[in-house]
């Protein structure tokens, strides 16, 4: 027929008695490919239209692109451009660019395109997702513009060129890259975004070191939001070509509205050539492969591959169903049935998973001052936020469940009198909940923030009225509300769950209750008995469905106790919860998650010791867990107590992948990505916290960090005002404001910090430490001590013993920094002569200080206690212990095997880690290479630390990388350039102490080379 006249169609269709339901679709289908090609071909249609592209790359290695993009080499050429490898030479790290050819970026319409993809991509957070940073524009005035999209630099090779490579994939091979393929997608669609052009060419397998496997999504240039109002003109339209013709669903192929279940056709078309090495419905033409989707059922791979396993033929035909109300439910059911089919095969639990390849851990302030650990956030047993469509009821299996329904949890309804059955059973209501990625609860934070918004008080009572109220505003789903009462026999304990947009009621179930001590048993009950009620499946109830009298504790006591810790932390930090959490534990000494907590606790305070305690006994009980509350407490114990940092990331990626929509490992990873200087990944995680979770104050305090690290105090300040804004009050929000202050040189401001902070608990101890730092950066050694001083008294006042030593370290090493060896042993002697001497930081900072002024015989005492206590620990062991063998190596006159020992830190020059980052490495490393006479090394690597002026900021090294700058030029000859690093100094050190004896030697340095 593509040889007829179209005039000739309607004869030749009568002539063969087509069916008519058929020939509507032949017809449309045949009107489609004489129009303009549409889908059949278009890309490669257009792109030939608009010329050959076998012409030289159009950028040449070394050209900067927008002042920031170093050009390295060229990678391929398409249809709509040029790719190549590039650096971010502002975040000095490796990207690729996608130059779009000037014909296509001056198109109408595309412009538009380029953005959406950005605007899109940026939207799925996913390991399994290329991530797309941004769009730029850059002019050339002898070429004219380029613009190109910078974005995740891959290395290796498409999915198609594999299978034509190799043909068919082995099944193990086959069902790592489809299972995480699938996960991907299904974050995308949680998202709400269609992809609409998923096909072997737009994965992207990468292999790492140890063989394991990575398959990546790309092209989000084809996606589209289901909640975009363009996508109605879209689909209502007859233009087809978006999308791959081989790679097509029906209803993409007719123009119709497309939904979820294209991409998972879509999917199950990759399925089957990965795994038979041929197309499914193949054809001489794409218009009668097109046609046979139409007329033929789903064919079975197993017919072109006799030894695959019948459960391929199960998974495919169900993805290849013509009707997408009969296909999978989604793109989480389709690695679940995987996963099912690999684990009857190999009698395993479940597919493996891919390590990430990311190393980090937690934030810090990045003074030597303390140490200020911002780690696990999520303040509330409940869990926190997600997004997604209330759905029909889905049949579930045994992978994961999406988190398909948003909840508000409303107070309990208590008519017993008895106050203890408030909070505490809802706390245990949302741990019995959380455990199940099929319902999502709304965070508390949300909640708090919505209130606001509905001009009533952050403390209100969620009522059922109020709690339909938030549901409605904040695009939930159900509200599950439970109630209590007395009965002649003892209680009525049940829940109700109603529908937010109309409030009729779903379900309801209760139970009654003879004892007192039953009623935590009893709400577990109905909480498991109400999960059906809202679609969940029995197999998915049955995997998650711990009881709470081993998920958390039998004592209703112990839940009280914990749930008047929640609040405390909530509304007034770590120091006011401490109290309940341990009187948890002392009720219920197996009570995981309470141990859990209080290590948090201790850790955000700084106590490493007392943390580290804590999460042992957390981990020791972590079968007796959820498996939410697993990955907190697995995670927190490799992040405080090993600090195996690869196993920390390895649960983080296993935690995402269960609950992909979950801020508590979103905000840890970005943590995590801080630790090597990956600000991109660390602040779009917290963007991504702040968009689900606004008013969770602690990463208003977090991206404000980012942002100054970089060197961004603008865009810092907009965050930090925002957090203003929302009346959110957090120490690390106090203390950031006072280093925006610093950056600025805003002394009123610190001032008026300093003169405030006993407002706030926990921040007064932690400003007067910085204030500390800032003194003795600018010479003010005295004033410095007596800062140093004051903030040990306070810590120590209120119960902090390792965080008072910490402060009396640190400003033991940086009076060793600055030259004044005899106080710094003074202090460093009574930070070790406390009952915290064996913290891990105490310990840290010492040592430094002994390294420092020369004093090896106790630096390397407390070296080996340290490695002999942390033997996996990824800082200790990569890091700081490197730079104590180099600062010992150096001030035994030995600079060459200071320069040997630090190899290997260069990775963590930028990062943010405790106890603090001055980029120590980098420093030490300057005066090393300028000890071995070569000062232009010396001078790049002083010129790093000025360069990041954000991150090291009141550091000690700020000032002396200036002063190891000048004297790096000064060897070099370049004495113009010294005198003015020396001036620069001295602007530094204009008020310092005068018997500040650096200064004097300086002086002496600068009058020498006049």
Known sequence: MLDMEPSEWPGFLDQQEVPLGLRAILEDLLHAHEEAGSFLGARELFAASLGA????????????????????????????????EAEDLELRMPVAIKAIRPEIADYPGMLTRFKREVHLARQVTHPNVCRIFDIFRHHDPAAGDVLFLTMELLSGQTLAERIHQHGKLPEAEAVTILAQVASALGAAHSAGILHRDLKPGNIVIETGRNGEMRAVITDFG??????????????????????????????????????????????????????????AFDADSQLFSALRRFTEPPPLPSRARSDLDPGWDRLISRCLERDPARRLASATEFAALLADAENKKHHRPGLARRKSAHVSRRYTNRSK???????????????????????????????PPAADINVVLADFVNTTGEPAFDRPLNIALAAKLQQTPFLTLMPEQKIRLALRYMSQSDHERLTRKVALQVCQREAGQVVIQGFISNSPTGYIIGLRALQCSSGKLIAVQQVPVEFRDSVLDALDHVAEA???????????????????????????????????????????????????????????????????????????????????????????????????????????????????????????????????????????????????????????LQRRAIRETPGLSPSYGNLAQLFLAIDRPDEARSVLDQARQLNLQDVNIQLDEYELAFYADDKSTMNRLLASAAQFPGVEDALLAQQAATDDRAGLLVAGSNFAAKAASIAARIGATETSANWLAGEALRQAEMGQPDHARRLATLALS?????????????ALAFAY??????????????????????????????????????????????????????????????????MDAAYTRGQALLAEHQPAAAAAAFRLILEHRGLVLNCPTSALAQLGLARSLAQAGDTASARTAYQDLFAFWKDADKSFHLRKLALAEYRAIR
């Open 530 to 684: 109400i999960r059906p009620n809202l679609g969940e499946s029995t197999e998915s109830i049955r995997r998650y469905d711990v009881p709470l009298s081993e998920a958390t504790t039998p004592s209703l006591e112990a839940v009280t106790a914990f749930a008047q810790g929640t609040q405390a932390w909530n509304e007034q930090g770590e120091a006011a919860a401490l109290p309940f959490f341990l009187h948890a534990t002392e009720i219920d000494p197996n009570f995981a998650m309470a141990y859990a907590r209080l290590g948090t606790v201790y850790g955000n305070m700084g106590e490493t010791r007392r943390a580290n305690e804590a999460m042992q006994q957390a981990f020791d009980r972590r079968d007796r867990v959820t498996e939410w509350e697993r990955f907190y407490i697995v995670s927190h114990y490799y992040g405080f107590v090993t600090g195996q940092v690869d196993k920390e990331m390895e649960t983080y990626e296993k935690w995402a992948t269960a609950y992909p929509h979950d801020m508590a490992w979103t905000i840890n990873l970005s943590v995590d990505y801080a630790l090597t200087g990956q600000y991109d990944k660390a602040i779009e």
């Open 222 to 279: 084809m996606a589209w939001s289901r909640d975009s109002s363009a996508l109605n003109a879209l689909t209502a339209s007859r233009q087809l070509a978006f999308g791959t013709p081989e790679f097509m669903s029906p209803e993409q192929i007719e123009g119709r509205e497309l939904t979820p279940a294209s991409d998972i056709y879509c999917l199950g078309l990759v399925a089957y050539l990965t795994i038979t090495g041929v197309r």
């Open 834 to 846: 406390t009952p915290a001497a064996q913290g891990t930081d105490v310990q840290l900072l010492t």
């Open 53 to 84: 592209v076998s012409m030289p790359s159009r950028i040449q290695p070394g050209a900067l692109l927008a002042d920031r993009f170093k050009v390295i080499r060229f990678c391929a050429r398409g249809g709509m451009g040029e790719v190549y």
């Open 853 to 918: 002024f020369g004093d090896a015989e106790h630096a390397q005492t407390l070296m080996r206690q340290l490695s002999a206590a942390h033997p996996l620990d990824t800082l200790i062991q990569s890091y700081w212990l490197p730079i104590l063998r180099a600062r010992i190596a150096y001030s035994a006159g030995h600079p060459r095997q200071a320069i040997a020992a630090l190899q290997g830190t260069e990775a963590y020059d930028l990062g943010i880690f405790t106890p603090g980052q001055c």
């Open 369 to 399: 001052n303390y140490t200020r650990l911002v780690l696990p956030i999520a303040a509330s047993v409940v869990v926190l936020a997600a997004f997604a469509a209330f759905s029909v009821q889905r049949r579930r299996h045994r992978h």
